[in-house]
């Protein structure tokens, strides 16, 4: 039934009509109905032009992966204050119970090698002052005595150029006398593995022709051990039954012997039948067995002579596919001896004009260091200036970065408070790890509250506020202490804090089977209105990739070296290779492979209608929309031209 059909009234198709009306009524319906259906599929088969595909731009900026969780703000109670690398301990200055300012000082570690890499970096800067001293003030005495040396140097190279030039055309004579000598060595060898080759085809003329036979032998081995198989267990069977009858025999002989003693003349006549009956059972079972030996044997001479024809066999391919890699190997090297000897010509036939190209390269070069040095003695370039500059420049950078290391090796307080405790003395290594914070609430989940605390001093007494929430075991392990964040409370939805990571609990908490990890974050500053207990939301930086360029992440099929993006170009989808790198909330880094500004192709996402009535294709997505049922997403990747 046609769609038209299935859609009229039950007492109006075809059949019903056809016993009303006459032929030509029926005809004339049928041509109508011919006529519908060919309408239909015509408006259905037409569709509207394609969408045009959705695109993005490819552009530099920053590619960051964030995660967030909720948590309790709760008041500080504690500061694990450490130093920020490892060391000696030199000086305690502190001691438990003692009240300090911000900024006091509470101990020392070795500076040693702080100091030396300060000094080693002041020398760095001294030097690169140096270096631009000179930029400025032009070549010294010295300098001037080694730009002369090299002139001697390229007179010399030039007059070696010359004696070069003979050496080469004995050079390039020998190596055509080699190479001729080479080709007929190894023709002579192919002529031999050919002849080989026609001997080992006498059995077989071509490698198929051998793997035919042995794959005929081994089928034919097969064939044997089944049947040999099959013999051994006719042969266990048939002493099976031999042992069965013999049973049957001795209790048919115990059974004769009783009715004989009996004296039952009836009985010992019926248990003579059986024992008649037995004896022969027996006795061909082990004609049965005696015969079956033989096949047996038999068996086994057949699948040793099969052994025989398949090793036979296999060495005679061996023996061909050995000269065809011969021949080959010979057909190669003749080659390369030919392109040897051509090569050996050709040097022969360049090498005095390569020597008279080497002559005048020597004399250039000579020209070039007379020119070079007048550059050198000439008055310093902006250029080199502004290289002396910056190599100036990244010296003091690299003192600042010292100096740092070494104020480091001093410990002071970050905040007022009251010394609980010392975790170090003199003399004693400090791993460093710097601070971590701990509320009363999260001392336990912590790790470094009350008197677990690892760092070197702890204070109490602290004022601010922290917040602690419970990330999954995923995310937590792409978190570390000291990463910055950004809390906002659900109470101040206005107002974003910023704060970082002080303690990262190393104890799980499991809730329906979710396993989450306590993070404990300080607040940097505090807002009127925030109270302990308060519901707060915090959003971490786990990566970022800054000055980069990025697409976004539903463009990328694959990951790292074996990521590949599709390119706009000239109105034709291109598929192109790409390296990817960080793939962030809603970006990905592009490594290589992609230039800024080039235009990317996104997925498409089609609405499929899964009820009836028509169909329609959005411009923007590419998706169909069906009329009285519902829909089915589906998002294909683009595809490259």
Do not use: C
Request: aromatic content about 2%; overall charge neutral.
């Amino acid at each position: 039934m046609s769609v038209i059909t299935s859609r009229l009234p039950a007492d109006r198709r075809f059949p019903s009509v056809l016993k009303r009306i006459g032929f030509l009524n029926w005809a004339l319906g049928a041509a109508l109905v011919g006529a519908g259906v060919g309408s239909y599929f015509a408006v259905a088969g037409t569709s509207s032009p394609p969408a045009p595909p959705r695109t993005a731009t490819v552009q530099r900026g920053v590619v960051l992966s964030t995660t967030s969780a909720t948590g309790t703000l709760q008041a500080a109670d504690e500061l694990s204050v450490g130093f920020t690398s490892a060391g000696t301990i030199t000086a305690v200055n502190v001691k438990p119970g003692q009240r300090v300012k911000r900024g006091q000082i509470l101990g020392r570690i070795d500076d040693t090698a702080a100091r030396q890499s300060l000094q080693q970096a002041q020398a760095s800067l001294a030097n690169a002052q140096a270096q631009y001293e000179q930029t400025l003030t032009g070549e010294t005495a010295a300098q001037r005595r080694q730009d002369a040396l090299a002139v001697t140097q390229a007179r010399q190279s030039l007059a070696n150029a010359r004696v070069a030039q003979k050496q080469d055309a004995r050079s390039s004579a020998a190596s055509v006398a080699q190479a001729t000598a080479a080709l007929r060595t190894d023709q002579g060898q192919e002529k031999v593995d050919l002849y080989q080759q026609t001997k080992d085809r006498a059995v077989y003329p071509t490698p198929d022709a051998a793997n035919a036979a042995i794959a005929a032998d081994k089928a034919q081995l097969a064939t044997d051990q089944a049947k040999q198989q099959a013999d051994t267990q006719q042969q266990l069977n048939l002493q099976h039954q031999k042992s069965v009858d013999q049973q049957n025999l001795s209790q048919a002989q115990s059974d004769l012997s009783q009715a004989q003693a009996a004296k039952d003349t009836a009985a010992a006549a019926s248990d003579q039948s059986q024992v008649d009956d037995f004896t022969s059972d027996v006795n061909n079972d082990q004609n049965q067995l005696d015969a079956l030996s033989k096949t047996l044997q038999a068996d086994s001479y057949a699948i040793s002579q099969d052994n025989t024809t398949l090793a036979n066999d296999q060495s005679a391919l061996a023996a061909l596919q050995t000269d065809a890699k011969a021949i080959q190997s010979d057909e190669a090297k003749i080659v390369g001896d030919r392109n040897a000897l051509n090569s050996a010509k050709l040097t022969a036939q360049s090498s005095a004009a390569r020597d008279e190209q080497s002559l005048a390269a020597d004399e250039l070069t000579l020209r070039s260091a007379l020119a070079a040095n007048a550059v050198k003695q000439a008055p310093p370039t902006a250029a080199a200036l502004a290289s002396a500059r910056a190599g100036v420049v990244n010296a003091q950078i690299a003192v600042e970065t010292a100096q740092k290391a070494l104020d480091d090796t001093l410990l002071r307080a970050p905040i007022a408070g009251t010394v609980a405790s010392v975790g170090g003395t003199v003399g004693t290594a400090e791993s460093g790890g710097g601070n971590s914070a701990v509320s009363s609430s999260s001392s336990s989940s912590s790790g470094s509250g009350g008197g677990t605390s690892t760092g070197f001093v702890t204070l109490t007494g602290l004022t601010g506020m922290q917040l602690v929430a419970g990330f999954a075991e995923t995310d937590t392990a792409n978190l570390r202490v000291g990463q910055a964040a950004t809390v906002t409370v659900d109470a101040l939805p206005t107002t974003e804090l910023a704060a970082h990571i002080i303690a990262i609990s190393g104890d799980a908490t499991s809730s329906s089977g979710v396993v989450t990890y306590n993070v404990t974050f300080a607040l940097d500053r505090t807002e009127p209105g925030l109270k302990s207990g308060m519901t707060a939301n915090v959003d971490v930086i786990v990566s970022e990739a800054d000055n980069v360029l990025h697409v976004p992440t539903a463009a990328v099929t694959g990951r790292g070296s074996n990521a590949s993006v599709t390119v706009l170009r000239s109105g034709k989808q291109v598929r192109v290779p790409v390296v990817a790198g960080l793939a962030g909330d809603s970006s990905t880094a592009i490594l290589s492979g992609l230039k800024n500004g080039e235009t990317v192709v996104l997925p498409t996402v089609s609405i499929t209608s899964t009820g009836t009535g028509s169909s329609s294709q959005t411009g923007g997505f590419g998706g169909r929309f069906g009329g009285g049922g519902g829909a089915v997403f589906n998002i294909s990747p683009a595809r490259g031209g």
